[in-house]
T-cell receptor, first 115, second 117 residues
Framework: DTEVTQTPKHLVMGMTNKKSLKCEQH?????MYWYKQKAKKPPELMFVYSYEKLSINESVPSRFSPECPNSSLLNLHLHALQPEDSALYLC??????????????FGEGSRLTVL | AQTVTQSQPEMSVQEAETVTLSCTYD???????LFWYKQPPSRQMILVIRQEAYKQQNATENRFSVNFQKAAKSFSLKISDSQLGDAAMYFC??????????????FGTGTRLTIIP
């Protein structure tokens, strides 16, 4: 299994809603990532979890709250978002231990629209 | 901080022809990884090819090959026998191989490749 699975694929929410994006991998990878990608732009790193601990927060606003319940799961909790937060949110994972090859494996992304 | 530059926002190539996408990067490190990722309209980022900086030999993957010039900090991607399925946004990316602080993958701005039938 070389997949990173993200749900939902599409999400529309109002500015007062609370929603969550989910990401799952079963490759035994120890690092998981959230990226935000605007149209025609490269992905921008938001958060990195390494061995289930938050290792990088790229000064992301608190209305985005990551959670790593276990080494296979990564959530991104959304609350009080703004229309400019509309984007494609990509989850990725990486082995990052013995046998590390450096590459990240990406999911298909969750397309978020904030009304 | 490392930077990755892709100077070609858009490229086009006739089907079955060869195209080269350019990438330059800036780093003070000696050990790192370079990648080309492809993002088709289906939006999933797919690894095309990987190069370890300590390896002098250029990586190849079927129709895809790179020209890695470490001293010049250049990492171009050559696609041979272009196919319609190669149409996508291509991102060049850099990642440190240091023991610490290596989590970040730094992307270039991307090159949109169009295949002309």
């Amino acid at each position: 299994d070389t997949e990173v699975t993200q749900t939902p694929k599409h999400l529309v929410m109002g500015m007062t809603n609370k929603k969550s994006l989910k990401c799952e991998q079963h490759m035994g990878h120890r690092a998981m990532y959230w990226y935000k990608q605007k149209a025609k732009k490269p992905p921008e790193l938001m958060f990195v979890y390494s061995y289930e601990k938050l290792s990088i927060n790229e000064s992301v606003p608190s209305r985005f709250s990551p959670e790593c319940p276990n080494s296979s799961l990564l959530n991104l909790h959304l609350h009080a978002l703004q229309p400019e937060d509309s984007a494609l949110y990509l989850c990725a994972s990486s082995q990052d231990d013995r046998g590390w090859t450096g590459e990240l494996f990406f999911g298909e992304g969750s397309r978020l629209t904030v009304l | 901080a490392q930077t990755v530059t892709q100077s070609q926002p858009e490229m086009s190539v006739q089907e079955a022809e060869t195209v080269t996408l350019s990438c330059t990067y800036d780093t003070s490190e000696s050990d790192y990884y370079l990648f080309w990722y492809k993002q088709p309209p289906s939006r999933q980022m797919i690894l095309v090819i990987r190069q370890e900086a300590y390896k002098q030999q250029n990586a190849t993957e079927n129709r895809f090959s790179v020209n890695f010039q470490k001293a010049a900090k250049s990492f171009s991607l050559k696609i041979s026998d272009s196919q319609l399925g190669d149409a996508a946004m291509y991102f060049c990316a850099y990642r440190s191989a240091a023991n610490f602080g290596n989590e970040k993958l730094t992307f270039g701005t991307g090159t949109r490749l169009t295949i002309i039938p």
